[in-house]
């Protein structure tokens, strides 16, 4: 096993140099223990149970908590929906439904009963359903005319007791959600639409509901016998250029924990769904990261899904008889650490003793955040592994590598099995912002090369000349927005244009 001197800086060898080098020389098996297994963890919750991967819309794929960085008396939580928005994927983009309940709910005494739930719902509006398309012009606000399709969300704050509500409250009502980002042309300025999504409430909570670029940082390919049986396939972020929906949520911390004596909150997100009845039934949940793709086997993940934090007893061997080990130890020859793994319990379903668990905690899987600790200026990605308290698993920053740290953990790093497993992708494909809502602005939908030898960005020029030059430079997004025989015939048009120059090279 590869122990390293030192968890950061140049002291910390490179997991895709060890990769690269232990492959050219055939020594996987030192390879498995340097690389092997991000993956053994796969994407926080994209498509990790049979049910929920047909339901997009209802499926959450992370959650995020953590100290303000630049707001240490607030506690920002972002949790996100909508796994794999390609960005191009129209011409119906990425909405929230209008039949879902997503929540973030939030345990103040450590009992796996939730105290408070934000609870977010949506309205959707169409200017215009005699167009296929989403935008009918260039969009420079979110109240602009031409955003034909717009979301608005409500924010209900429920107060309980024993898991019963005992208040309601109405945070916000019609917020603007920031719309999905079609391309250059259709929103040439998207961080002014993002930016003006945000808004603070009266009672001091800041909140942004929209499109972002999907934070979570992995090699997903795990699922191939563990990167290919062979370490042959490893260091590739799978989720660069995908998109997901965020709701972002900044309170003061001292309206989200129980006391300043107890500053420690468990958080997790859910979905609930209506059904025709009209009843609301949850069907996704997610806390901690990586529990119901790789702990929970098949035959639970859709239970899971539907279940509360207060009944977690009965995945309880999902975590101290975990498979994952196992498989490592088949494929790679890596011994598992003996069971049964009391030391994941302690970590993942208790917290920390000392640092974020909660005094007389029932065992449950939540995000676990201790509010009281203050943000640190240089946020290693390792977390507390690498003694950063304020990070995984004391919450989740963007910035932590969730993979890497609970691979290590799993693999026995905290019982006299060292190790430095990872899956050789330590960070975002895009920078995280300063300030709220952090998370990094959506990839756009026009993202390939432009026409062969067109330097101009003018589309007549781009054509080569093959539309009539009218008296102004109206663009054909401006065509196409017009009434719908002129856009069939400008359609017509180009398709037998299109057939006269097949022999151009388009790229």
């Not at 191009?88 to 739930?117: C, H, K, M």
């Not at 955003?147 to 898991?163: F, M």
Request: aromatic share 8%.
């Amino acid at each position: 096993m590869t122990t390293p001197t030192s968890r950061s800086g140049a002291g910390r060898r490179s997991i895709a140099s060890l990769i690269c080098a232990s492959l050219a020389a055939g020594g996987l098996a030192a390879a498995g223990v340097t690389v092997l297994e991000p993956g053994a963890a796969s994407a926080s919750s994209h498509r990790e149970a049979p049910l929920i991967s047909g339901e997009p819309q209802f499926d959450n794929t992370d959650v995020y908590a953590f100290v303000s960085p630049d707001k240490p008396d607030t506690t920002t939580v972002i949790a996100n929906w909508i796994p794999f928005e390609e960005p191009a994927g129209g011409p119906n983009f990425f909405t929230f439904s209008e039949d879902a309940e997503y929540d973030i709910r939030v345990d103040q005494d450590g009992d796996a009963q939730e105290d408070l739930i934000f609870r977010y719902t949506f309205k959707t509006k169409t200017k215009n359903d005699r167009t296929f398309l989403y935008n009918t012009g260039v969009v420079e606000s979110l109240d602009d005319p031409d955003l034909n399709i717009t979301q608005t969300y409500d924010i209900d704050l429920i107060k309980l007791k024993n898991r019963r509500a005992v208040s309601k409250t109405k945070l916000a009502d019609d917020v603007w959600v920031a719309p999905s980002n079609v391309g250059k042309a259709s929103m040439p300025n998207y961080k002014k639409l993002r930016d003006e999504a945000v808004y603070k409430t009266a009672s001091g909570v800041t909140t942004y509901a929209g499109q972002a670029d999907d934070p979570f940082f992995l090699d997903l390919r795990v699922f191939d016998l563990l990167y290919g049986g062979d370490l042959s396939e490893v260091g590739r972020d799978t989720l660069k250029g995908y998109n997901v929906n965020s709701i972002a949520l900044q309170v003061p911390s001292e309206a989200l924990v129980q006391s300043k004596d107890q500053p420690i909150v468990g958080i997790w997100s859910t979905t609930q769904r209506q059904g025709a009845d009209g009843q609301y039934r949850q069907v996704s949940r997610l806390g901690m990261p990586l529990v119901n793709e790789v702990v929970n086997p098949i035959g639970d993940k859709d239970k899971f899904n539907a279940s509360s934090p207060v009944d977690d007893g009965q995945f309880l061997k999902n975590v101290t008889e975990p498979e994952l080990p196992k498989l490592i130890e088949a494929i790679y020859k890596i011994p598992a650490p003996k069971e049964p793994r009391n030391d994941l319990v302690d970590v993942f379903l208790k917290g920390v003793e000392g640092l974020n668990q909660p005094p007389h905690v029932t065992p449950s899987e939540q995000l676990r955040l201790n509010t009281s600790i203050e943000p640190t200026k240089k946020p290693k990605r390792l977390g507390v592994l690498d003694g950063d308290n304020q990070g995984f698993p004391n919450g989740r920053r963007l910035t932590d590598d969730v993979i890497d740290i609970a691979l290590q953990v799993v693999e026995g790093e905290l019982v006299d099995a060292p190790n430095d497993l990872g899956d050789a992708v330590d960070k975002n494909d895009k920078k995280f912002g300063k300030s709220f809502p952090y998370v990094g602005l959506p990839t756009a939908g026009s993202r390939g090369k432009t026409v062969k030898g067109n330097t101009t960005n003018n589309v007549r020029s781009a054509l080569g000349g093959s539309v009539e030059s009218g008296t102004d430079d109206t663009t054909l997004i401006a065509a196409s927005a017009g009434a719908g025989a002129a856009g069939v015939l400008l359609i017509g048009s180009g398709l037998l244009w299109w057939r006269r120059r097949n022999d151009r090279a388009y790229y």
